[in-house]
């Protein structure tokens, strides 16, 4: 294969792969470095996807590819056959960041790998088969995920019968409230919903886990319950009625962890432990790893040979999540985080003053959404897709790539690397404000036209 323009990829790639894997942009990636990524015909995009909020360190830092590089030497792969010494180290170094209590690590590959053993581990050692999952979330492709997963009906559209057991109850998304409370002025009435399920729907004592994203990814960087302030928020109730009623409590960290937040994990923002904590994505800076961290008596209860992966806990994928952890603690990055983080947002708010159709910047640390709407009487608005298509392309022109979320990809996620500089901010800025207004007006047209 002698290609050398994206347009000659693309026809290979058309050809060769399957058409189900949606792609963002139509270019073609060869090499990328820190915040940058560069294409087959060598131009240079800023890059504030990460790979899907997972290149935490920013692409091919050197500290994980000379670790990856020297275990490649060493040993690549034993799977369950041995034990081997980089698991041990990985699990014992996740411990060690992870919220206070969870001591203990099973390992595989993705995230929706992890949701599904995280599942399994819950209705194995409570021995109850539902479990309760949150309207708007996405938890992943396998199909027990798919069926935990409501962020878009067109994720689970074709795949039916999806397995069964699963109840969605209301997210806490305030600027959108799913009960029609008036965001800041409300007694969490989402909250109720759920504990009415327990009447109208599925007895708690046949609940084995309920599931939750502490800052909700793919379904709109949502962050929970931002509308409500005060200690008896929307976490820890979950927290009261999961022991209640002896349901384990799970949060999908797969988007929000590793320092994504400003925090080693989102939860530790709400002051909430789970029972179960699944994560992926940010681990490794792009090597396949994902797992499920608890508590140690609660895995001991999940007995020999009753799950396992043949990959999971690659030798070489621990050696880049090891160095991938030492470089958040040794460059400072949950600090960086948290300071680039304020920043953005104060400058995206900037941004939302002059613009009526910006109804919200939010976020945790460096995973921020920027929430676009037509105009209208109400404070959300109705949510305006096309604007943030036009977005998207308008800053891809001038190199900037930038990725949507939302039920009608009507927010803009922005996840740059933790080590993202102040410039690499500004200069993502200065395409966004070019691109605003050229974007809107296009999004204008268009309705004219329609
Ligand atoms: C919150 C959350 N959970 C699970 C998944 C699934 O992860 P993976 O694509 O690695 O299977 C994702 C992926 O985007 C995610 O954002």
């Known amino acids: 294969m002698a290609n050398s323009s994206n347009a000659e990829w693309l026809e290979s790639d058309a050809r060769y792969l399957a058409p189900t894997y949606h ?3 139509e270019i073609v990636a060869e090499r990328a470095k820190g915040a940058y990524l560069y294409d087959v015909e060598g131009n240079e995009y800023l890059d504030f996807t ?5 290149n935490n360190v920013g692409h091919c830092h050197p500290a994980v590819v000379k670790a990856a590089q020297e275990q490649v030497e060493k040993l690549i792969h034993c799977s369950a056959v041995t034990r081997h010494t980089m698991n041990i180290q990985l699990a014992e170094k996740i411990t060690q960041i992870a919220p206070t209590g969870l001591d203990c690590v099973f390992l595989n590959n993705s995230g929706g790998e992890a949701v599904d053993a995280a599942i399994k581990m819950a209705r194995f050692v409570t021995g109850r ?10 938890h992943g492709r396998t ?7 409501t962020a878009k009906s067109h994720y689970r559209q074709g795949y039916e019968p999806l397995p069964s057991g699963i109840f969605h109850a209301p997210y806490p998304y305030c600027l959108r409230c799913p009960v029609g409370q008036v965001p800041g002025q409300c007694n969490l009435e989402c909250f109720d ?3 009415s399920m327990f009447n109208h729907q599925v007895k708690p004592d046949t609940v084995g886990a309920i599931l939750i994203e502490p800052m909700m990814g793919e379904g709109g960087y949502v962050v929970p319950a931002t509308g409500y302030k005060t200690e008896n928020g929307f976490m820890q109730r979950l927290r009261k009625l999961c022991d209640q009623h002896g349901i384990m409590l799970i949060f999908d960290e797969v988007q929000c962890g590793f320092g994504r937040t400003g925090k080693w994990f989102a939860s530790q923002h709400f002051g909430v432990v789970p029972d179960l904590m699944i994560v992926a994505k940010g681990i490794a800076s792009g090597f396949p790893m994902a797992g499920v961290v608890s508590r140690k008596d609660l895995m001991d209860k999940w007995t020999v040979g009753r799950h396992g992966s043949t990959y999971g806990g690659n030798p070489v994928a621990c050696a880049a999540a090891l160095a991938s952890i030492d470089v958040i603690e040794k460059e400072n990055l949950l600090e960086n985080t948290r300071k680039m983080g304020e920043y953005f947002v104060a400058k995206l708010n900037e941004i939302k003053a002059k613009y ?9 640390g460096l995973m921020i959404g920027m929430e676009v709407a037509k105009s209208s009487d109400t404070s959300a608005g109705e949510p305006d897709g096309q604007l943030i298509e036009r ?3 308008e800053c891809f022109k001038r190199k900037l790539l930038l990725l949507d979320c939302g039920i009608k990809n009507h927010i803009i996620r922005f996840i740059p690397p933790l080590n993202v500089t102040k410039s690499e901010i500004d200069k993502a800025l200065a395409i966004i404000e070019e691109a605003l207004p050229v ?3 296009g999004a204008k047209a268009a309705e004219l036209v329609s």
């Open 143 to 149: 199909l027990l995920a798919t069926a935990l997963t």
């Open 50 to 54: 990460m790979g899907i909020a997972v």
């Open 391 to 393: 977005l998207v392309d």
């Open 129 to 138: 088969p539902n479990v309760i999952a949150f309207t708007g979330a996405f």
């Open 439 to 441: 974007a809107a007006a």
């Open 193 to 195: 919903v759920l504990e």
């Open 23 to 25: 792609r963002c942009f």
């Open 356 to 364: 009526s159709f910006v109804r919200e910047v939010r976020g945790l």
